[in-house]
């Protein structure tokens, strides 16, 4: 592919032919700032915040959606565009009922009194995102404060239909990303839907009517708190502080990646346990004897049914429904295993009776797991434990490292390993054949990286002895 030169700010850059303008900017370390644009997905020009002036244009070009032509000539930055960004996100504000700058504890609501570093450790705001939130820090950065209209408030409601995935569309800004998630999961059932009070984004019916399979992979992606997980940190908090109550959590070590980029640093696992365990939780445990039970079951599956008949194999919640949901008529191929929640539940209802259960995991179906099997008392996903930690603990960096408890002995097994290995969820990843061999037999399998590629997979059943499918 052909390179091209442009210059950025007065600073030469070549890029290959079929650069966005914002990727252009990003490789020589020039910021534009951005909103509805997320890696992964395809620009949706939405937000406009990336606007650029191009020499030679009379209208702003769009950053993320405009390819680089050689000789371009860009400015990124100008007071003109200052001002013009700053209207966008004021207009933003227009249908978002704002909880995050009516701070009884700063004692104002204007930009300049708001302390950054107080709010860093504070946390006792109403809005879920509040600390983390995109929209927030476009506010800050382009001083909005007192807005130059009255703005509508809770014009649009809550869908709280599902009883795990939340949708409050008052703090929705239209970025339309969460539209391109649900549409990969092959699931579509969101979009922009008028309301006498206005347009917004949302499930025409609500989530629960139209089809929702409470994936939580739209929750990850939301700049704002318009999508989030059925939050649990008042009932944590609480019965960690219950000395006749048990508390027990298996935390996964998925929630780090996220975790550090909130903290902004580096930790490792036993200092994770450590912070959860600050909390008041009495027990911490990792995840092995969990997955090693669903592992064990997904290995009978398959020792049963290889070669026998194709298999749609699957321990994610999700996943089931969605199955269940579009493609009854293939329950004979359903190979669905339990859980690690579901196998920590067994074990520690059995052995623990009474105990408050606690997963914390990144894989948000299992908040829905939670919520409609009641497998465990609560799901806890790396953004709300950021949150409760803020509140009561220590941040991770700062803990000694503990060790986890072993919930029971387990044998560890690596039978079909790389079929396993292979299954982690992707936006944009295609779905990947994988051969493997078992007791000197070939075997096919495809592994599909989201629910999306489920449908093409299921045309091709006869083709694959195994569709593992992750959601
Ligand atoms: S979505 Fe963001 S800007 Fe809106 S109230 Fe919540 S934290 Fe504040
Ligand atoms: S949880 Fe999944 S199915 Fe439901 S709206 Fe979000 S992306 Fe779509
Ligand atoms: S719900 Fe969130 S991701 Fe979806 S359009 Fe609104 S702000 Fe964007
Ligand atoms: S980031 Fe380009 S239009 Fe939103």
Not at 306 to 328: E, Q
Request: one cysteine or more; glycine letters at 8%.
């Amino acid at each position: 592919m052909a390179n091209v030169k442009v210059k950025i700010n007065g600073k030469s850059v070549t890029v290959p032919e079929g650069t966005t303008i914002l990727e252009a900017a990003r490789k020589k370390g020039v910021y534009i700032p951005t909103l509805c644009a997320y890696e992964g997905l395809k620009p949706k020009a939405a937000c406009k915040l990336c606007m650029v002036n191009v020499k030679g244009e009379d209208k702003e070009k769009l950053a993320c959606a405009v390819k680089v032509k050689d000789g371009m000539v860009i400015t990124t930055d100008s007071d003109e565009l200052f001002a013009k960004r700053k209207a966008l996100v004021e207009e933003m504000f227009r249908q978002h009922t704002v909880d995050c700058h009516h701070c009884m504890r700063i004692g104002s609501t204007l930009a300049k009194d708001f302390d950054p570093k107080f709010c860093k450790d504070c946390y006792f705001c109403d809005c879920v995102k509040d600390g983390f939130c995109e929209l927030q820090q476009k506010a800050l950065e382009f001083g909005v404060d007192v807005l130059p209209f009255e703005p509508h408030e809770h014009d649009f409601g809550v869908d709280v239909s599902t009883g795990s995935v939340i949708r409050n569309m008052d703090k929705c800004i239209k970025c339309r990303r969460c539209l391109d998630i649900c549409k990969a999961q092959g699931v579509g059932i969101l979009g922009i839907i008028k309301t006498e009070n206005g347009q917004t984004v949302g499930a025409k019916n609500g989530l629960k009517a139209d089809g929702c399979i409470r994936c939580g992979r739209c929750v990850a992606f939301c700049p704002t708190g318009a999508l989030y997980m059925l939050e649990h940190k008042d009932e944590v908090v609480y019965f960690a502080h219950q000395y006749d109550t048990e508390t027990a959590a298996m935390v996964c070590s998925c929630v780090i990646d996220e975790l550090e980029k909130l903290y902004g640093e580096k930790f490792e696992y036993g200092q994770l346990l450590a912070a959860v365990k600050k909390l008041g939780i009495d027990h911490v445990y990792s995840p092995a004897y969990a997955r090693a039970q669903s592992l064990a079951q997904a290995v009978r599956l398959l020792d049963e049914n290889l070669g026998k008949k194709p298999m749609l194999l699957t321990d994610n919640y999700a996943a089931k429904n969605f199955l269940r949901l579009h493609f009854p008529e293939l329950e004979e191929n359903f190979a669905f295993y339990d859980s690690k929640e579901k196998c920590f539940g067994d074990y520690m209802h059995e052995h623990h009776p009474g105990a408050k259960l606690i997963s914390v995991s990144n894989n948000n179906s299992s908040g829905a797991e939670a919520a409609e099997t009641g497998c465990v008392d609560y799901y806890i996903n790396a953004s709300e434990l950021y949150r409760i930690i803020m509140r009561t603990g220590g941040r991770p960096s700062v803990k000694r490292p503990i060790d986890a408890e072993e919930i029971a002995e387990f044998e560890k097994s690596d039978r079909y390993a790389e079929l396993f290995e292979a299954g982690s969820w992707y936006v944009d990843k295609p779905a990947e054949e994988l051969e493997f061999t078992e007791n000197g037999t070939r075997y096919k399998a495809l592994i599909c990286h989201n629910l999306g590629q489920v449908k093409a997979a299921v045309a091709k059943l006869d083709k694959y002895d195994v569709i593992k499918i992750t959601a």
